[in-house]
T-cell receptor
Framework: NAGVTQTPKFRILKIGQSMTLQCTQD?????MYWYRQDPGMGLKLIYY???????DKGEVPNGYNVSRSTTEDFPLRLELAAPSQTSVYFC???????????????FGEGSRLTVL | TQLLEQSPQFLSIQEGENLTVYCNSS?????LQWYRQEPGEGPVLLVT?????EVKKLKRLTFQFGDARKDSSLHITAAQPGDTGLYLC????????????FGKGTLLTVNP
């Protein structure tokens, strides 16, 4: 069972470069999320999606963009990378809340990004 | 903006001791989840509580949701080194609970 897969696991960028963090899930979940985690700061929501073709901003969307063309994939795009975007990024998915679903978030292993 | 405050931020104890960590807010949440995160990995769900006053037990871990659904606690009995990790609480809101607000976490170290 693959679950949520993120690539790359590690990346170093120079200021001003762009890149895309890839996220794919094989659980047919409607909801997908991107969080960033900084030391001592918990998880901050960047963007989320409630289904293919639908995305919305979270708490800290500036400097990022997302798309959701399929149920499986939810890439996060960083344009003009800045040192403030140095962080660990987590993609997560969850099923809908019908029936006995607890709303559990399933996380990927994270992508550690450093901007120098 | 809904905020979740977790305390303590850091906790270091000896194997066999008991401990309680807290998750507090001024806002009401329709559900509250606890996750544990180990170094280099994503968080993993421990429990979801949805009813005010609800108590759930998971082996040596006891979770309680406050009567007013604004706070929660996690109690660990006879802690073991395998309990070491970052404990995060997350509150659900919105009509379908699709947005979760996370606390900053409690970093627990259990020394052998």
């Amino acid at each position: 069972n693959a679950g949520v897969t993120q690539t790359p696991k590690f990346r170093i960028l120079k200021i001003g470069q762009s890149m895309t963090l890839q996220c794919t899930q094989d659980m047919n979940h409607n909801y997908m999320y991107w969080y960033r985690q900084d030391p001592g700061m918990g998880l901050k929501l960047i963007y989320y999606s409630v289904g293919a073709g639908i995305t919305d901003k979270g708490e800290v969307p500036n400097g990022y963009n997302v798309s959701r063309s399929t149920t499986e994939d939810f890439p996060l795009r960083l344009e003009l990378a800045a040192p403030s975007q140095t962080s660990v990024y987590f993609c997560a998915s969850r099923p809908g809340l019908a029936g006995m679903n607890t709303g559990e978030l399933f996380f990927g292993e994270g992508s550690r990004l450093t901007v120098l | 903006t809904q905020l979740l405050e977790q305390s303590p931020q850091f906790l270091s104890i000896q194997e066999g001791e008991n401990l309680t960590v807290y998750c507090n807010s001024s806002s009401v949440f329709s559900s509250l989840q606890w996750y544990r995160q180990e170094p280099g990995e994503g968080p993993v769900l421990l429990v979801t509580v949805v009813t005010g006053g609800e108590v759930k037990k998971l082996k040596r871990l006891t979770f309680q949701f406050g009567d007013a659904r604004k706070d929660s606690s996690l109690h660990i009995t006879a802690a073991q080194p395998g309990d070491t990790g970052l404990y995060l609480c997350a509150g659900g809101s919105g009509g379908s609970n699709y947005k979760l607000t996370f606390g900053k976490g409690t970093l627990l170290t259990v020394n052998p």
